[in-house]
């Protein structure tokens, strides 16, 4: 995320504190918030924190690696359906990625049904592109380099072990100045060990997902695990900011299911993510819009 000219963002602003650095101690404030993030509001919380997102850049491109609905039958859970269809619709470009068929063709009817262009609207440009996201992504961005000043949000939202380690690498290092690509990456928890036990090609399939410290990775448990793969984000990526921010298995909260760890170079992601968590279940409609002074208009 890139500020805009004299944005003037504070943490008293948004009357939220930063949610805490020790993940035991964060996990009861998530669950706390009356309405924990489930896996049924991931989508919604991805579109509430791109609403703050453009309020301050006023623009900007979204990246989704596995663009297609994970939940055909429910749209409210379909990530890119909500963020083309949030207001203002102040982003520019759309870079989505499918290798599901049917999926790819859901994408290109939700871009065709897309309202027009209003005045004073910019101009968008939605891009789909078939097939495996780790083949594409590097294509892509050859071709379409993104400026340092561009704002750019890169929604990572794999199942489990869909995403290459070297595509979050090259999307974390393809900007050569300015604020990076920012990250919005699935780490699957809860369910990782199973899944890891039913692999046939262990070695070879973690190397890919994660790189060659997978080994360091499997080793460490529940909370330790999410803190060790979200300081990966900051010490090896060089982000800024990088935090776990918790799903749960229900509604009520239960058991946290998985993390979405969010990295930035942007002083305020963190903080407008958070309050993105809060605000993206039982929110009363028209309390999100968000107060900036004349100097960041």
């Not at 453009?54 to 379909?78: K, L």
């Not at 060089?238 to 299911?257: H, L, N, T, V």
């Not at 942007?266 to 993510?273: F, I, N, R, S, V």
Request: aromatic content about 14%; some cysteine.
């Amino acid at each position: 995320m890139e500020r805009s000219a004299a944005s003037g963002v504070t943490e008293s602003e948004y009357l939220f504190e930063m949610p805490p650095q020790d993940l035991r101690a964060a996990q009861r404030k998530f669950k706390q918030l009356g309405y924990p993030i489930w896996t049924e509001n991931k989508a919604k919380l991805i579109e509430r924190y791109l609403y703050f997102f453009v309020q301050i850049t006023h623009g900007g491109i979204y990246i989704d690696a596995f663009a297609g609905s994970q939940e055909p039958d429910n749209p409210h859970m379909w990530a890119a359906k909500l963020v083309l269809e949030s207001k203002p619709r102040w982003l520019r470009r759309f870079y989505l990625f499918e290798l599901n068929q049917a999926k790819v063709r859901a994408l290109q009817r939700l871009r065709d049904n897309q309202p027009a262009r209003k005045p004073k609207e910019p101009q968008r440009i939605i891009r789909i592109y078939p097939g495996d996201f780790n083949k594409n992504i590097g294509r892509v961005l050859a071709r379409n380099p993104i400026k340092p000043k561009e704002p750019t949000f890169c929604l990572l939202d794999q199942r489990t072990f869909e995403c290459d380690w070297a595509s979050v690498e090259l999307i974390a290092n393809h900007k050569t100045s300015g604020n990076k690509i920012e990250l919005f990456y699935f780490f699957p928890n809860s369910w990782l060990d199973r899944s890891v036990s039913g692999l046939k090609d262990k070695a070879a399939t973690l190397k890919r997902w994660w790189g060659a410290d997978w080994q360091a990775l499997l080793s460490r448990r529940g909370l330790q695990r999410a803190k060790y793969a979200t300081e990966r984000f900051k010490t090896e990526l060089g982000y800024e900011y990088a935090y776990p921010f918790p799903i749960f298995e229900r509604q009520s909260g239960g058991k946290q299911m998985y993390f979405m760890i969010h990295a930035s170079d942007h002083k305020d992601a963190t903080l407008l993510m958070y309050r993105a968590y809060a605000k993206a279940v039982g929110a009363q409609a028209g309390i999100e819009q968000m107060e900036f002074s004349a100097a960041s208009k």
